[in-house]
């Protein structure tokens, strides 16, 4: 808006039309006191401290109802597994003795085995014996069925109460996550409204709309996944170990022995793709850049044949970023099949060690099953707290800039006890007025100007002499280093800075209108106007006419960057709704700049309209459409340096009138 301001345009960060999210092995973004950023985050959860606790609790249980399974499970198999050796055991015994033969009630096996012949025995496997000699042999072993029913519906009940425990737990920390997401997004919304405009010289609009989006997305996907993620991550190591322990030390020791391998390829990969995304990242910016840039300034790129040399550019930057993400994406995707190449090493070495205890009577087949799931189970734990570490850095830096944003120095706060103007005059003056939208660079430094009530004052003077600047400060965009400016004798400080702005209707040369039906952009500054009242501002501002030719009329809706309509329908647009406002004061920032001339005369008359009896403030770089005002300020290098109608200025042959006199030489030449 100014043309004095020194705006510094941030770095963009990677994105754009080809950008997307960063895979597995992806560069982290860590935040500069994660410590710092961790205790402010946690003052938004602190009123739901209950409900994550709840959570918590809720995970816990959940996990630990996860983790008991497979050793239940493994009873049921080892119950099994025993009822079938006793049946085939049983069968052995019998077959050694008479057909026919009815052993008395209580004899066990080892009654018998000492009755029986040697011959006989050598025919019954060892491990079957063990089981023989504890048999009651007067009646036929079966199958428990009853036991094994009631361990499955154990089971069943277990994994029911683990699924709404961690459903409970999920529909928990959503709730709260969307209550500090919203949160989050008020605070910066309110935030916004505080802020001087010198902030958004400093940083692009996209720079302040990527906190408000990505960063507190970010955030919220982390608190609502990952929170919940760390406890039951930790909670399942920590039982899973407890579990393998208590099935057998030996196989969770190999099983742990084989953890290191892991890691050290895992360390190997990432350290490689490392490289290779941050280069995937950098081309991905200039690519976008380019692409951008190309894209908004395409008509000057083909007006002077710069397609050839675009083309060769973006194949240039495309082939750079094809080769950085082949071999990322390569060296990633590596890192699931070592992952499960190790892993099966791991049941390899566990179906070799477990089956060698198992024929030496040290461990059953059950634990043996139960202790492959605890296997499969630990890996996926252990990776996700590595990876809930790399999004927790992440995180981190999100929150940060959220913090970084809403810890900025805002506008100065408004009086304890604002003036409110119930009658206007528009009597403004300015006494002795510094100001600079940098400290070390005074743009405005000693302005003094009276303006009479219902003057039509023109400010005039070449680019970055304060034109606009001042304008600024009269809205109190910007605020004042010293000396004041009063309205109707009032110092605009001792107002409410919506009051100050409600006082003027404001036609700028750079057009603004929002996604909406015409008749909304034409009522933005006054809702209740009336049909009547709209109609008649639009023909005044000449509106009317060419509205009523487009399809559905004042009902049209205009598309995101109005260009459905011509740059000259735009302006006439927001100058009808600068008349629809009615406010006693008005800025007129060359307003006819973008409309023809037979339009500009049309625009002008209604503006004289307009503007009787009202104080009026035009911005003018051409300086015929100035002739009529009752006050022409020429400023220079943030100074006032002529005062005087358009005849007493050219009178005095000074700044102004070495002006005017250049730009009709530029027109007649």
Partial sequence: ????????????????????????????????????????????????????????????????????SPK??????????????????YEQIMAQLPAGTKLPKGTTGADLIKKMPPQGLEKIPQD??????????????????ESIRNIILLLIGLYILSAIF???????????????????????SEKINRMPL?????????????????????????????????????????????????????????TLLILPLSFILMTLIMKKSQVQFVKQQKELGALNGHVEEMYAGHTVMRVFNGEKASVEKFNNINSKLYHSAWKSQF????????????????????????????????????????????????????????????????TAAAAERVFDFLGEKEQPKEAKNPVVLAKIKGEIEFNRVKFGYNPKRTIIKNLSAKIEPGHRIAIVGPTGAGKTTLVNLLMRFYEIESGTITIDGVDIRQMKRADVRSLFGMVLQDTWLFNGSIRENITYGNQDASEEEIIKTAKEAHV?????????????????EANNI????????????????????????????????????????????????????????????????????????????????????????????????????????
């Fill in 1 to 68: 808006m100014s043309e004095e301001n020194n705006i510094q345009t941030p770095k963009r960060r990677p994105g754009g039309p080809f950008g997307g999210p960063m895979m597995a092995g992806g560069p982290v973004e860590k935040a500069k006191d994660f410590k710092g950023t961790l205790k402010s985050l946690a003052k938004y959860l602190k009123p739901f401290w209950f409900r994550i606790v709840l959570v918590f609790i809720f995970a816990i249980a959940s996990t630990v109802f996860a983790i008991v």
């Fill in 72 to 89: 239940i499970l493994g009873q049921a198999t080892n119950l099994i597994v025993d009822d079938y050796v006793n049946i085939k055991a």
């Fill in 128 to 145: 079957k014996l063990s089981k023989i000699k504890t048999l009651d042999l007067s009646k036929r072993p079966t199958f428990h069925f």
């Fill in 166 to 188: 961690s459903y409970i737990q999920g529909w928990i920390m959503t709730n709260v996550t969307q209550k500090v997401t919203f949160q989050f997004r008020r605070d910066i």
């Fill in 198 to 254: 010198s902030y958004f010289d400093k940083n692009t609009y996209g720079e302040v709309l990527s906190r408000v989006t990505n960063d507190v997305d970010t955030v919220s996907q982390t608190l609502n996944q990952s929170l919940s993620q760390i406890v039951t991550s930790v909670v399942m190591i920590i039982g899973i170990a407890i579990m393998m322990l208590s099935i057998s030390w030996l196989l969770t020791l190999v």
């Fill in 331 to 394: 060296l990633s995707g590596m890192m699931f099949p070592i992952m499960t190449f190790v892993g099966n090493l791991g049941y390899v070495a566990v179906a070799v060690v477990g089956g060698w205890q198992a024929i030496n009577g040290k461990i059953q087949i059950g634990d043996i099953q139960a202790f492959f799931q605890y296997v499969q189970q630990f890996n996926q734990p252990i990776a996700q707290t590595a990876n809930i570490a790399n999004v927790m850095q992440s």
């Fill in 544 to 560: 009317d006419h060419f509205v009523r030719s487009l399809p559905d009329g004042y009902d049209m809706q205009l598309n995101e």
């Fill in 566 to 669: 011509s740059q000259g329908e735009k302006q006439l647009l927001t100058i009808a709704r600068a008349m629809l406002a009615k406010t006693p004061m008005l800025i007129l920032d060359e307003a006819t700049s973008s409309v023809d001339t037979r339009t500009e005369v049309l625009i002008q008359k209604a503006m004289d309209n307009l503007m009787k009896g009202k104080t009026s403030f035009v911005i003018a770089h051409r300086l015929s459409t100035i002739r009529d005002a009752n006050l022409i300020l020429v400023m220079k290098d943030g100074d006032v340096v002529e005062q005087g109608t358009h005849k007493e200025l050219l009178a005095e042959k000074g700044f102004y009138a070495s002006l005017y006199n250049s730009q009709f030489a530029l027109m007649e030449s």
